[in-house]
């Protein structure tokens, strides 16, 4: 597990107080609501209230009268019209909704997605395409705002190009006939963090001039899901738009999201924005990640149920077919740290293979720092090119690390938290050392886990679910609340679906609590029966045969005694160290010959294993501190063959044949030397 600095929010209860009096608002909520910022009447009002809130004027997005006068001129005079948009879950909505409301106008249009092997955005083979199927306008949902020199490229074919999208622009905008983008800085909008879906959904509002209440029937749900998926910010309109979709989907589903739940096997469970985010968005994005995101946009726009529920199964197959593609590529990056162990300590990991799947690598990178708690790239080399998808952690962005190496990149794009780049094959290594080089020129951040409030166990009830559901819609911006649980000792560990999962059993004092963490087994999870934990955990509702109950999920597990500052301070000196760089740190951080036989008397008094270093140091009893020379030491002992790490992290002692010198070790040689 990653070594995460964990920070609890502040709350002002008196306020909290007065809004729950003020507004009839469940005390509970309040309390977390005002620990997320949300301090004021107005803010209040907004967050909890949205729909009494109407929607912002359409017009108010920059040049939406332009797109509003071509679109309809077209649809007048019958003129062709091509919707182009993105093969990601925002952009399969977007696509659905402008094409549903062109129809439910007579419109003469076709639509187009790209294949993600021919990658984002207009491209000039894309409008020679537009341009065979007679079009004549282009609407653009979910991208287009770089594409100048297509732009001008489509008008001398004598096109015209409307484009909404919700991407950060560049230096130029492209000369089109409007360039709608709530990002521009002469956009007067009121609210403008909507998903490229809801820029789609404006521009409906202001070809349809009003109306907006039978528009909001007819689209939120799309909406919704496109809104979700893209990870916006869930405040302001957002908040309105997928609070109003999630309702229109429980009421009145279109075939194709009833087919994907139903497929799923998800009719029966609590339907909300979790369920959009890890039900219904996979299963669009896994189509236009395996194969041809057409599909989704088929199963989008299907009516008929027979149809769609067929659609639907061939989604689910995509959706199982990138999960276990995920999990290949996922374990040879974890195999080739295990090979390269060295890299363990480097602070931005870079895994790199032949013809990994172009389409999942971006996810193996994001589950790969959240085990590690480190930045990634995961790179693909096909041929004469390698690409790689990366996923960062809060505080380091890695578009400036990117930038930092641009010499040794062909390309590269993207921002703080998310990016993409292409290297030559030869080229990777020095990348690698390159990255790794800027990263250790600056502070590098931990990754923070979040705990909205402190919890008792014994208040863990059914009424906190129903403060948590007065906080729905939880996404970007804001997310399901997570809840502290301090000093709770692990009195059992149980497997479940046959230790793909396990069920950890708790108690404090007269509390007892249940817990289940998910994707990982028994063997994996370093923590051994015994231990005092402090958990990070979401509660959800657990409903069977009619009676409700409270499952508690863990996100997150430390060693209670291991909760200051001081073991982040020696988990980033021990990295420093096995990096070769230099460091002013106290000569104790290097483990002498008495600590390391100290660690290896107590490894094989633990029976001659343990199940992490973090273990070892609670056992040893001697705090966070002496992390660093702990896991200095077991690095010695497996460079001498007295110790080995297993496939699960764990440590073990091995049969001594020899006796050993400590002074052989270069582990210890190479931590003296940055000592000087």
Same mark, same amino acid.
């Given at each position: 597990m990653s070594v995460k600095q964990w920070i609890v929010a502040d709350c002002d209860k008196d306020l909290a107080a007065h809004f729950a009096q003020k507004y009839s608002l469940n005390p509970f909520a309040a309390l977390l609501a005002v620990s997320r910022g949300v301090r004021t009447d107005e803010q209040i009002l907004s967050f909890f209230f949205p729909e009494n809130e109407p929607l912002s004027d359409p017009f108010a997005l920059r040049d939406m009268d332009k797109a509003a006068s071509r679109i309809n001129e077209a649809i007048d005079r019958f003129e062709r019209i091509a919707v182009f948009g993105d093969y990601d879950a925002d952009g399969v909505t977007a696509t659905a909704l402008l094409s549903a409301y062109l129809s439910m106008r007579e419109a003469n249009f076709f639509y187009l997605l790209p294949e993600r092997t021919e990658g984002y955005g207009l491209n000039n083979a894309v409008i020679d395409r537009l341009h065979e199927g007679g079009a004549k306008l282009i609407i653009t949902v979910d991208n287009g705002i770089n594409a100048v020199e297509e732009t001008a490229y489509a008008r001398s074919l004598g096109i015209d190009v409307v484009i909404t999208d919700h991407h950060h622009l560049g230096d130029v905008l492209p000369d089109a006939a409007a360039v709608v983008n709530p990002h521009r800085d002469d956009c007067g909008a009121p609210f403008r963090e909507l998903a490229g879906v809801g820029v789609a959904f404006k521009l409906v509002c202001a070809l349809e001039g009003g109306e907006e209440e039978a528009l909001l029937d007819e689209f939120a749900d799309l909406v919704a899901i496109g809104t979700v998926a893209d990870v916006v910010p869930l405040t302001g309109e957002n908040r309105t738009l997928v609070r109003r979709g999630i309702r229109n989907i429980l009421r009145e589903p279109r075939p194709?999201?009833?087919?994907? &739940?139903?497929?799923?096997?998800? /009719?029966? *469970?609590? @339907?909300?924005s979790t369920t959009v985010a890890y039900t219904l968005s996979p299963r669009l994005n896994a189509v236009g990640r395996m194969g041809s995101a057409m599909r989704a946009l088929d199963v989008l726009l299907c009516e008929d149920a027979d149809r769609a529920a067929e659609l639907a199964r061939v989604m689910e197959r995509s959706n199982a077919e990138r999960q276990q593609t995920e999990l290949d590529i996922f374990e040879k990056a974890e195999a080739q740290l295990r090979q390269h162990p060295d890299r363990m300590a480097d602070p931005v990991l870079v895994c790199s293979g032949d013809n990994w799947h172009p389409g999942v690598i971006g996810i193996v990178a994001s589950r790969m720092v959240e085990k590690y708690g480190k930045p990634c790239l995961i790179l693909s080399s096909v041929g004469e090119?390698? &690409?790689?998808?990366? &996923?960062?952690? +809060?505080? @380091?962005? #890695?578009?400036d690390? #990117? *930038?930092? %190496?641009?010499?040794? $990149?062909?390309? @590269?794009?993207?921002?703080t938290l998310a990016a993409g780049m292409s290297v030559k094959p030869e080229n990777i290594d020095a990348f690698r050392e390159a990255i790794n080089r800027y990263a250790r020129g600056i502070e590098m951040p931990f990754p923070v886990q979040h705990i909205d409030?402190? /919890?008792?166990p014994r208040s863990v009830s059914t +009424?906190? $679910?129903?403060? #948590?559901?007065?906080?729905?819609? @939880?996404?970007?911006s804001n997310p399901k609340p997570v809840f502290g649980l301090y000093g709770m000792r692990l009195d059992s560990i149980t497997?479940?679906?046959?230790? *793909?999962?396990?069920r950890l059993g708790l108690s404090k004092r007269d509390a007892r609590i249940s817990a289940v963490r998910f994707g990982i087994s028994p063997e994996e999870f370093p923590f051994p029966v015994g231990s005092t934990v402090d958990l990070a955990a979401t509660l959800d509702a657990n409903v069977f045969q009619g009676e409700t109950r409270v499952n508690i999920l863990v996100r997150n597990v430390r060693f209670s005694a291991l909760a200051d500052d001081s073991y982040l301070h020696a988990v980033r000196t021990y990295e420093n160290i096995r990096c070769g760089a230099h460091t002013d740190a106290s000569p104790d951080c290097v483990p002498d010959r008495a600590f390391i036989a100290d660690v290896y008397k107590t490894l094989r008094a633990m029976g001659g294993a %343990? &199940?992490?270093?973090?273990?070892? %140091?609670?056992? /040893?009893?001697?705090?966070g501190a002496a992390i660093c020379p702990i896991r200095l030491a077991l690095d010695a002992l497996c460079e001498l063959h007295l110790c080995e790490t297993t496939a699960d992290g764990s440590f073990r002692l091995t049969a001594v044949k020899a006796k050993v010198n400590l002074e052989d070790s270069s582990v210890l040689q190479n931590a003296r030397k940055c000592l000087q």
């Open positions: 194709g999201i009833y087919a994907m &739940r139903e497929s799923a096997g998800n /009719l029966e *469970k609590p @339907f909300n090119i390698t &690409r790689g998808s990366g &996923r960062s952690i +809060e505080g @380091f962005s #890695l578009y690390a #990117l *930038k930092a %190496c641009e010499d040794l $990149l062909e390309q @590269f794009g993207g921002h409030m402190r /919890l008792n +009424e906190i $679910l129903d403060a #948590l559901h007065a906080l729905e819609p @939880f996404g970007a497997p479940l679906s046959g230790g *793909k999962h396990i %343990c &199940r992490s270093a973090d273990a070892l %140091c609670v056992q /040893l009893g001697r705090g």
